[in-house]
């Protein structure tokens, strides 16, 4: 049994692995017009020079002029000038200082002495890697093989979405029905590389996508009640008028809120799954009836913590709005009819809806699966 289980948990992970490899190999999303070729490499920040930056109360505008020392490339080491535009956007405005290390840019690839680049953005890319690689090493020392499927489920994830979920949605796929098929195969590769081929991963399985499946049907109703269009998502309007004006924003919304609750609704069926085997394996006497009233008081314990979980993550991402609403002394009906709010609203509540739905399936496939009699042990 140890070796058939080993096998199984061997052919799975190569499966994902030709997969993962397969879908790296894919071309990206599709562009609307080619980047021009130009030249960009990091670069040092010697001096600064800020004469011509105005503040305006609390946000900076103006032209900032730089000295910049290149770090790689043909040019290596050799001094340019360089600018930095302000336009009083604090989300989008960079202040640099001598020592900072930033992406240098300029439109022409080979360049001349006393050419002017432009200071793009901090270069955050190493940093970014580095902190990357620090959670690999992490996650696969305390999971080891575990650890070690989990961190290529979450590549295969992020490239799925980049290398397959996007493009068809930019193309004109729609967008709901597509991340839901999308988190129905992620969910099958993440319950069945974490459980294997066991009664556990389909009974967490076909729970988590029963709560999905409803909570997008609850999502497609709510979101037509309350006339919710889907451009509270960043850079929505921006994607529009960028080449893709028959972009369905309302279709996107509703996929965007499936996939952010898909994460916890899998928790959820694996917690009551794993916990309904564990029982069944310890007490092989547990009738169907006592295992799924087991289930269901797992699932009650849980589903207190999960919504909450919810509550807070999207409260986190707009807590500025509410404290501006705070400061202002809106009324709370006034802050519930924003559109913002009742977006973050909606996503929370369909989220706990999901929750709330996977706990009870989980809970009766779960003593379906693992007593195969209502009223005797199972052999």
Known sequence: MARTTLKHDLSLLLFLLLLT?????????????????????????????????????????????????????????????????????????????????????????????????????YAR????????????????????LTGFNALLSFVFSCLLLWKAVIPLVLRGWPASWTIFGCVVFLTAVIMYLVAGLTRCGF??????????????????????VLKI???????????LFSGYPTLDLRDIFLGAMILASSGAVMD???????????????????????????????????????????????????????????????????????PLVAAEVVKTLIGSFSLVLVAPVTAWLGGWFFCRRSTTPTP
């Open 203 to 224: 009974c967490a399985f076909f729970g988590s996508i029963a709560g999905i499946f409803v909570g997008l049907f609850t999502a497609h109703f709510f979101t037509l």
């Open 21 to 121: 490899g397969g879908l790296f190999l894919l071309p990206g999303p599709p562009m609307v017009s080619q980047p021009t070729q130009g030249f960009k490499a990091r670069a040092k920040v010697v001096s600064t020079e800020d004469g011509d930056v105005e503040r305006h109360e609390l946000v900076l505008f103006g032209s900032q002029r730089l000295t910049l020392q290149i770090l790689e490339g043909p040019y290596k080491g050799q001094i340019f000038p360089a600018g930095n535009q302000l336009r009083a956007q604090m989300e989008l405005d960079k202040f640099f200082q001598p020592g900072d290390i930033v992406v240098a840019v300029s439109p022409r690839e080979s360049l001349q002495p006393g050419d002017e680049l432009v200071a793009q953005d």
């Open 268 to 338: 959820l069926g694996m917690d009551i799954a794993s916990g309904q085997a564990e029982v069944a394996r310890h007490h092989p006497e547990i009738t169907r009836r006592e295992l799924v009233r087991s289930g269901l008081r797992m699932g009650r314990n849980v589903v207190g913590t999960m919504t909450t979980t919810l509550l807070l993550a999207y409260s986190g991402g707009y807590i500025t709005l509410l404290m501006m609403f705070a400061a202002q002394g809106t009324s709370p009906w006034d802050i519930l009819n924003n």
């Open 229 to 239: 269009n889907g451009a509270v998502l960043p850079y929505a309007q921006t994607l």
């Open 125 to 144: 890319g190493r940093w970014t890697a580095a902190l990357f690689f620090v959670f690999c090493v992490l996650l696969c020392l305390f999971g080891h």
